[in-house]
């Protein structure tokens, strides 16, 4: 189902599991979720070796149980702290999230090492997720701005991918061309996909078609 423009500005407090607190937890988790690609580019390897796998191959696992989980709790109907009611009945912007931040790790362009510089593209892809989301979310639920919601997220968006630029060595192209595409993530509205997905989904697919050229 496709949300209308009065949807844009629905309060998601109201909506989430445990009123405010819920919301904050749920903001908290998202934001938390940019510690991923250091742990992923830095520690990968000694952290899937505890069992005895690859990094590539321990991210696959994790996300393929995070799913078998959200299996499970839809089945039941089970809805948690944070959780709005109708994710009862559809995928969770958590799962949503585990599956396509999996998917950046998995098969973003990256560097050989150890080093954060070695995650060039997957860095900003998933640190823009976690951090443009939220704000565009709050701009839009406190404001009820949405022109001022995507001036912000280009604003946070392009300031993610530039420091990438000058830090991690993200390509210049990539960084001018991809930063818009992870606001557009956030726009248009649906449920049939969580914008946890779309803000990482297209970034990274034009990552990928434009890579030969960079």
């Not at 994790?62 to 959200?70: D, K």
């Not at 997957?122 to 997720?129: A, C, D, N, S």
């Not at 709050?138 to 280009?154: F, H, N, P, S, Y």
């Not at 779309?198 to 990928?208: D, E, F, K």
Request: with cysteine; hydrophobic share 50%; proline share 4%.
């Amino acid at each position: 189902m496709v949300e209308t423009t009065s949807d844009v500005f629905v309060d998601h407090v109201d909506h989430s599991i445990g009123g405010f607190g819920g919301h904050s937890f749920r903001r908290l988790t998202h934001v938390s979720m940019a510690i991923i690609p250091y742990l992923y580019y830095v520690h990968g390897n000694e952290i899937a070796s505890v069992f005895q796998l690859e990094s590539n191959q321990f991210v696959s696992l994790a996300c393929v149980l995070i799913l078998l989980v959200e299996a499970l709790r839809l089945k039941f109907g089970i809805v948690i702290i944070g959780q709005r009611e109708y994710e009862s009945s559809q995928i969770s912007a958590l799962a949503w999230g585990a599956l396509a931040v999996s998917l950046a790790l998995l098969v973003a362009p990256k560097e050989d090492g150890e080093e954060l510089s070695s995650g060039l593209y997957g860095v900003p892809i998933i640190i823009g997720m976690t951090i443009v989301d939220p704000l565009m979310g709050e701009i839009k639920r406190t404001k009820q701005d949405l022109r001022l919601a995507i001036i912000a997220g280009l604003i946070a968006s392009y300031c993610i991918w530039l420091a990438s630029y000058y830090w991690l060595g993200t390509d210049i192209r990539a960084a001018i061309i991809l930063a818009p595409l992870t606001v557009a993530g956030e726009l248009p509205k649906t449920r049939a996909i969580d914008d946890n997905a779309t803000m990482v989904l297209l970034p990274l697919s034009g990552l990928i078609l434009m890579y030969p050229f960079l």
